[in-house]
């Protein structure tokens, strides 16, 4: 059971976009009433119907009108935040949310945005008494349980390094191609990494090497802004913790721009299958591997996304705002994923 209530309630912001479906399918399936939450009312409803829940509860507001979004999410246990570019946009949402007294969660792959969050709005959810988990993707939060559990393995402070590998080929949505070039400079870069007890700015990866599951050669890999880079210092004894993505994907960046963007299609390739990679290190030379494995990488994300605000509505997670292994039990949350046919394993 992921919840003790009776009756759940919880509001999408971005319902009429692609995961915002699969946030609803998965709403349905549970029995949870959902609450939409939007600028247009033929979207909303059109979104309602696809995921056959044609009388959902249809709400207006815009990001930029404040006390519309507080009064939209007033009465919800839970707010999931499902937009593109949350550094530009995803702040109104949580700021509302927080307002209105409801838990919230998002699915943001976003370094910067974040860190303002945790920086921001913990006072603000502390004092409301309610509980934020942000970051909720297919790398973002198995990244940050598996380093938990991975370190846990090992005699610290350890050195981790996470990567994502894509395992089937396809493209991704458009909406995330445009949360890229929203930060492009950021994703050039590489981000934060953790070192010596403070985030740091850098290209250079310690490992630019990693040998996937099923690989027999290692692939080259780049520093990449992966969110657990934040959130594993805060529950996790580490000297060291960095985001790496395979150097292929940083070529495709130098020429990424507006009119690239546009031109992708909407939808992502179905089932992009993937393996979330988590590499611990000890001092005395000793490692840990940990892995998740799952079967479409935005259908998953939502999947965890909806765990995570049913989790938040039983109030067992502390208030203000947390990492995920903060707020949930890292063995039972992976173990909880097996129904949707995520896998994960650790290994020396």
Excluded: C
């Excluded at 509860?57 to 009465?75: C, K, N």
């Excluded at 499902?82 to 949402?93: H, I, M, Q």
């Excluded at 492009?184 to 740091?200: A, K, P, T």
């Amino acid at each position: 059971m992921t919840t003790t209530k009776d009756t759940v309630t919880i509001a999408i912001y971005g319902a009429t976009g692609v995961t915002g479906g699969h946030l609803l399918t998965e709403l349905n399936r549970r029995g949870i009433t959902p609450i939409l939450v939007g600028r247009n009312a033929d979207r909303l409803h059109t979104a309602a119907a696809a995921a056959g829940i044609p009388d959902a509860e249809i709400r207006l507001a815009d990001l930029d009108d404040h006390q519309a979004l507080v009064a939209a999410f007033t009465g919800a246990d839970a707010v999931i935040s499902s937009l593109p570019a949350y550094v530009s946009f995803g702040e109104a949402v949580v700021a509302a949310a927080i307002d209105a007294g409801a838990h919230y969660t998002d699915m943001s792959g976003e370094q910067l945005f974040i860190k303002r969050v945790f920086d921001e709005y913990a006072a603000r959810a502390e004092a409301a008494g309610v509980t934020a988990v942000p970051g909720i993707t297919n790398s973002n939060i198995p990244g940050d349980l598996l380093g938990h559990l991975t370190a846990q393995r090992l005699t610290g402070p350890v050195e981790i390094s996470i990567s994502l590998h894509g395992t089937s080929e396809g493209h991704g949505s458009k909406g995330s191609a445009r949360t890229v070039l929203a930060s492009l400079d950021w994703f050039r870069s590489g981000g934060w990494h953790y070192q010596e007890g403070e985030l740091r700015t850098g290209t250079t990866t310690r490992h630019a090497e990693m040998t996937f599951p099923g690989d027999t050669e290692p692939t080259a890999v780049s520093k990449f802004p992966q969110p657990p880079v934040l959130t594993l210092p805060r529950h996790t004894n580490v000297s060291y913790v960095e985001g790496v993505l395979e150097t292929a994907f940083h070529s495709q960046l130098s020429s990424f721009t507006a009119e690239i963007v546009e031109s992708l299609p909407e939808e992502p390739t179905p089932g992009l299958t993937y393996d979330l990679v988590v590499d611990s290190y000890a001092a005395d030379g000793n490692t840990v591997r940990g892995v998740v494995s799952g079967r479409d990488a935005y259908v998953d994300s939502a999947l965890m996304a909806v765990e995570v605000a049913a989790r938040l509505t039983n109030g067992s997670a502390a208030p203000g705002v947390l990492a995920p292994a903060e707020a949930f039990d890292p063995t039972d949350f992976l173990n909880s994923l097996s129904q949707f046919g995520i896998t994960w394993r650790i290994t020396r």
